[in-house]
């Protein structure tokens, strides 16, 4: 979750500018990537899967398309947004949901 947030928070810090940190949204898409197969890899709900690989791909394309055209900027801000939301989404699933279903038992 703290990738794609990061992302976004270097794109707002620098304006934009790309100069220098071209490697830098290479490394978030690469990790962003491990973060992604490795939550949904044994995971059994299709429509997470569809969402985290559907977010991944906006965040990649719009981080490397970002200075041909502004919309890229804010597909980049969907995109990481609904990556947080699909990590979010990951970690109730798998953690928090099989909790209170014991504790009501």
């Known amino acids: 979750m703290l990738v ?3 992302a ?3 794109t707002m810090a620098h304006n934009h500018s790309h100069t220098g940190l071209l490697s830098l949204d290479y490394l978030f898409i690469v990790i962003n990537g491990a973060a ?3 939550a949904t890899k044994e995971h059994k ?3 997470l ?3 985290l690989w559907g977010a991944l791909t906006i ?3 719009s981080l490397i398309l970002e200075a041909k055209h502004p ?3 804010i597909l980049g801000y969907v995109g990481s947004g609904l990556l947080i939301l ?3 989404i990951n970690l109730y699933i798998c953690q928090i949901a099989p909790r209170l279903k014991y504790k009501a038992s």
């Open 49 to 51: 899967r569809i969402l």
């Open 4 to 6: 794609p947030a990061l």
């Open 8 to 10: 976004f928070g270097t």
């Open 36 to 38: 992604v197969y490795f």
């Open 45 to 47: 709900s299709l429509p």
């Open 86 to 88: 699909g990590h979010l």
């Open 71 to 73: 919309v890229f900027t």
């Open 59 to 61: 965040f990649a394309i």
